[in-house]
C-alpha cells in the first residue's frame, strides 16, 4: 500500500539534504577561497576559515543522505561499510566541533567588547582548539575501538550507533568515565560559556554610552544586542 505521508518525508528531506549539498559545498569553497586572500590573519579570519572548513564538510556529507532520501530511504552509498563507519565517525566529530567554534567565538566576541583595546591573540585560543578537536575525534573513534556495530538506518537516513551497544561493554568505571566526557564535552563545554559570554555581551552593549551617538548608533546597538540574544538562545 502507497504511504502517502513517508513518500512526502523522502521528498521534502531530500529536497533539504540536496540544497544543504548543491548550495553548501560552493559557498563554502567560494567563501574559503574569499578567507584566503593574502590579508593579514587575526582572531576572528582564523575562527570563521575554521568554522568555513566544519560547515562544508557537513555539507559534502549530506550527498549520502540525499542519495538515500530520493531512493526510498534505501541505503545506497551507506551499503558500503567503510562509507556508513566513515560518515558515522565524522558527523558526529564535526557537529561537536563545529558547536565549540561558535562557543569559543562568542567569548571572543566578549572579551572584544570588554577589553577592546587588547585583542585576542591567536596563541590564547590554538591551544583549547586543539585539546577538544583532539579529545572529540578520540571519543568520537570509541565505538570502532569496541568493534560496535555501526549500521544504517531507514528512520534516520543515516548510519549510527547506539550507546546501549558500547555500555553493554564498558565496565562500571568505563561507563561513568565514558558519561563524565560526554557529559562535559556535549552539554557544559558549549553551553556554559556561550551563555555566560552571551549575557555579559548584552549587559556591555546595552550599558555602553558612545558620547553624541546618532541615532543609527543606537539603532546598531540594539539590533546587535537583540542578535546577540538570538544567537546565544
Known sequence: MFDCSKHFQQIFFGIISLL???VGVPMGVIALITTNKPQRTTVSRLMYKMILLTDLTISILMLPTC???FNHWSPMLFSMPFICELWSYLWGCVSRISIFLIMLLSIIRTNSLMSPLQPSRQ???VGPIAFYIICILIQGSVPL???IEIRYFDKFQSCVWFLDDLLNKLSPA???IYYTITY???FVVPILPVTISGLISVY???TSHVEGSSNDVKVHKRQATWMILALTG
Open 123 to 125: 596563541k590564547h585560543i
Open 184 to 186: 562535559l564535552m556535549e
Open 67 to 69: 542519495v538515500s532520501n
Open 204 to 206: 556591555k552593549l546595552k
Open 20 to 22: 544543504c549539498f548543491a
Open 145 to 147: 575501538w569496541y568493534k
Open 174 to 176: 568505563e561507563r561513568k
